[in-house]
């Protein structure tokens, strides 16, 4: 604050960084290294991951990189390349910050995009991995939005919305605490206009296939996973979701319930989003599917958080219920189709099954392309349709989206991949040497949800699914994961062998959930288990 000079709140941290940095320069490499396994095991050394790979230490990584084929493939690779991105996101989110468009290989002063938050899509994905892979990092962002997003945030609401309820931010955040929409062109307010970010956030995990379309220059099902509903229904840590967790999820509620507005176009009762458009999509209009979809899953998670968190005011609880069931939820089939942006001209709302809007989603997925040419031709954007292929059980489209990334490409000048380089980093595009990290950190959560997937749903008294090899490409044919979380508070250990699985674990926590599970495989429910609080079930195939 203007008091203190807009200092940072605690000593300043270069005295102790260059005796830190001397005291590292005089130590012998073996030393440094073993310090750093015993540094960092503890924070990966709960799971493991076998795609049936054959270590290569007789060659070099670059040799291996350009010796690889897409749709061929080498598992020894893409082993290397998920266990390289749990590795990145250790070394960027510990302590006081989060990890942020370049994790803690920023350079200099100066960087892309000011390597800040952009939570549109970015910061999302650079934690999509942690609980899924049993990692120990995410505080460092739950205490970031507590400490910067929250009360900045509430002032936000207030000043450029006129609401006195919760807080907000927008699309691109700093260390600093802005969350306003940052206007820098003719058209940052594509970008900008985002206040769909908190609900995004506090909210999140790999959802269905209903969420497509929410970000129009990509392919699009929202891949949500992770964040702060995600980490206490991943651990069941009631005590962190009774200090922490509730009143982020609860103050991003607030905003939203007071944001949504009846839909006076179509009077058809319904309650909308106005004014939004689709991230970084110009076109603007009310009801985007990607607003009303975030939303309305916001709503069922305050009202699964609220009697865990002890919470005793039932006006907030009633008022959540009651606007939720008025929500268009964004789901709507056009002429050809696909799923559609926009509600429809007629504004009749349509009830589809679920295999209706798989089907859309298919059909838009492909509409959408591969994420190369004429595309932007990022990284980041290839790992997320991978994560929606994998979601709608496609292993061949899933596996040659991964393997689209690593593809050689020729320039006018050279030759190159298209996205991971010789050193591993995800570049943003072929024509670019720009990092960005949110690629290397999809990249094990994407993986893994060719392998496992555990849909939420909204009522704990319903039976969670748990679906095991729903992609599993032929490339893969035997394998094994230990330590996967999934949701309740429950660990999965998992082995395949010809494409087909032979066994599976389900350990339930002390302080898991007790609830009927369903083991999926090949569409069919193989065994029905009543996972209670401190029990180890194993199924043979």
């Given at each position: 604050?203007?008091?203190?000079?807009?200092?940072?709140?605690?000593?300043?941290?270069?005295?102790?960084?260059?005796?830190?940095?001397?005291?590292?320069?005089?130590?012998?490499?073996?030393?440094?290294?073993?310090?750093?396994?015993?540094?960092?095991?503890?924070?990966?050394?709960?799971?493991?991951?076998?795609?049936?790979?054959?270590?290569?230490?007789?060659?070099?990584?670059?040799?291996?990189?350009?010796?690889?084929?897409?749709?061929?493939?080498?598992?020894?690779?893409?082993?290397?390349?998920?266990?390289?991105?749990?590795?990145?996101?250790?070394?960027?989110?510990?302590?006081?910050?989060?990890?942020?468009?370049?994790?803690?290989?920023?350079?200099?002063?100066?960087?892309?995009?000011?390597?800040?938050?952009?939570?549109?899509?970015?910061?999302?994905?650079?934690?999509?991995?942690?609980?899924?892979?049993?990692?120990?990092?995410?505080?460092?962002?739950?205490?970031?939005?507590?400490?910067?997003?929250?009360?900045?945030?509430?002032?936000?609401?207030?000043?450029?919305?006129?609401?006195?309820?919760?807080?907000?931010?927008?699309?691109?955040?700093?260390?600093?605490?802005?969350?306003?929409?940052?206007?820098?062109?003719?058209?940052?307010?594509?970008?900008?206009?985002?206040?769909?970010?908190?609900?995004?956030?506090?909210?999140?995990?790999?959802?269905?296939?209903?969420?497509?379309?929410?970000?129009?220059?990509?392919?699009?099902?929202?891949v949500q996973m992770i964040h702060v509903w995600d980490h206490f229904d991943y651990t069941h840590d009631v005590d962190w979701w009774?200090?922490?967790?509730?009143?982020?999820?609860?103050?991003?509620?607030?905003?939203?319930?007071?944001?949504?507005i009846p839909d006076l176009h179509f009077n058809d009762s319904t309650l909308v989003v106005s004014p939004c458009n689709s991230p970084?999509?110009?076109?603007?209009?009310?009801?985007?599917?990607?607003?009303?979809?975030?939303?309305?899953?916001?709503?069922?998670?305050?009202?699964?958080?609220?009697?865990?968190?002890?919470?005793?005011?039932?006006?907030?609880?009633?008022?959540?219920?009651?606007?939720?069931?008025?929500?268009?939820?964004?789901?709507?089939?056009?002429?050809?189709?696909?799923?559609?942006?926009?509600?429809?001209?007629?504004?009749?709302?349509?009830?589809?099954?679920?295999?209706?809007?798989?089907?859309?989603?298919?059909?838009?997925?492909?509409?959408?392309?591969?994420?190369?040419?004429?595309?932007?031709?990022?990284?980041?954007?290839?790992?997320?349709?991978?994560?929606?292929?994998?979601?709608?059980?496609?292993?061949?489209?899933?596996?040659?989206?991964?393997s689209v990334c690593y593809m050689q490409v020729t320039q006018p000048s050279k030759r190159s991949h298209r996205n991971f380089g010789?050193?591993?980093?995800?570049?943003?595009?072929?024509?670019?040497?720009?990092?960005?990290?949110?690629?290397?950190?999809?990249?094990?959560?994407?993986?893994?949800?060719?392998?496992?997937?555990?849909?939420?749903?909204?009522?704990?008294?319903?039976?969670?699914?748990?679906?095991?090899?729903?992609?599993?490409?032929?490339?893969?044919?035997?394998?094994?994961?230990?330590?996967?979380?999934?949701?309740?508070?429950?660990?999965?250990?998992?082995?395949?062998?010809?494409?087909?699985?032979?066994?599976?674990?389900?350990?339930?926590?002390?302080?898991?959930?007790?609830?009927?599970?369903?083991?999926?495989?090949?569409?069919?429910?193989?065994?029905?288990?009543?996972?209670?609080?401190?029990?180890?079930?194993?199924?043979?195939?």
């Open positions: 604050d203007a008091a203190h000079s807009y200092s940072f709140k605690l000593a300043d941290p270069h005295d102790a960084l260059v005796v830190l940095i001397g005291k590292a320069a005089q130590s012998d490499v073996g030393s440094q290294l073993a310090q750093h396994v015993q540094d960092y095991g503890p924070a990966v050394g709960k799971f493991s991951l076998s795609l049936g790979q054959q270590p290569d230490l007789d060659n070099p990584t670059d040799q291996l990189w350009d010796a690889y084929r897409t749709n061929a493939g080498n598992p020894y690779l893409e082993w290397l390349l998920f266990n390289y991105g749990r590795y990145m996101l250790i070394s960027s989110s510990r302590g006081l910050l989060s990890a942020n468009l370049q994790g803690m290989w920023a350079f200099q002063q100066s960087n892309d995009w000011g390597a800040d938050y952009h939570a549109n899509i970015n910061l999302q994905m650079n934690y999509w991995m942690a609980e899924m892979t049993n990692m120990d990092v995410a505080k460092p962002l739950f205490d970031y939005i507590e400490k910067t997003w929250v009360p900045r945030g509430t002032e936000t609401a207030q000043i450029l919305y006129n609401i006195s309820r919760g807080w907000v931010t927008h699309d691109e955040m700093n260390i600093f605490g802005h969350t306003g929409m940052k206007l820098n062109s003719d058209d940052s307010q594509a970008s900008v206009n985002y206040p769909e970010c908190p609900a995004w956030m506090v909210r999140c995990r790999i959802l269905t296939s209903d969420q497509i379309l929410v970000y129009a220059r990509v392919s699009s099902c929202m009774k200090a922490q967790g509730w009143a982020l999820l609860r103050g991003a509620t607030e905003f939203q319930l007071q944001k949504l970084e999509q110009t076109p603007v209009t009310f009801g985007c599917p990607h607003a009303q979809q975030v939303i309305w899953q916001l709503f069922n998670s305050a009202e699964k958080g609220y009697q865990v968190a002890e919470d005793t005011d039932s006006v907030f609880l009633d008022e959540v219920r009651t606007k939720r069931s008025q929500m268009d939820k964004g789901i709507h089939i056009g002429s050809w189709g696909q799923l559609q942006g926009p509600v429809p001209q007629n504004g009749n709302l349509h009830n589809y099954t679920t295999q209706d809007v798989i089907d859309a989603a298919t059909i838009s997925l492909i509409h959408r392309g591969n994420g190369t040419d004429p595309d932007a031709d990022s990284g980041w954007e290839k790992v997320w349709r991978a994560a929606q292929w994998a979601q709608l059980g496609n292993a061949t489209e899933f596996y040659h989206e991964l010789h050193d591993l980093f995800s570049r943003y595009n072929p024509n670019s040497n720009r990092f960005q990290i949110d690629a290397n950190l999809a990249y094990p959560a994407v993986l893994l949800n060719g392998l496992i997937q555990a849909p939420d749903i909204a009522s704990y008294s319903a039976p969670l699914n748990i679906i095991l090899l729903p992609a599993l490409p032929t490339n893969w044919p035997s394998g094994s994961i230990h330590g996967a979380r999934i949701h309740g508070g429950r660990t999965l250990d998992l082995e395949w062998s010809d494409g087909k699985p032979t066994q599976a674990t389900i350990t339930t926590d002390q302080t898991g959930i007790s609830r009927t599970v369903d083991v999926v495989y090949a569409g069919r429910v193989v065994k029905t288990l009543t996972a209670g609080s401190s029990s180890t079930q194993t199924i043979s195939f």
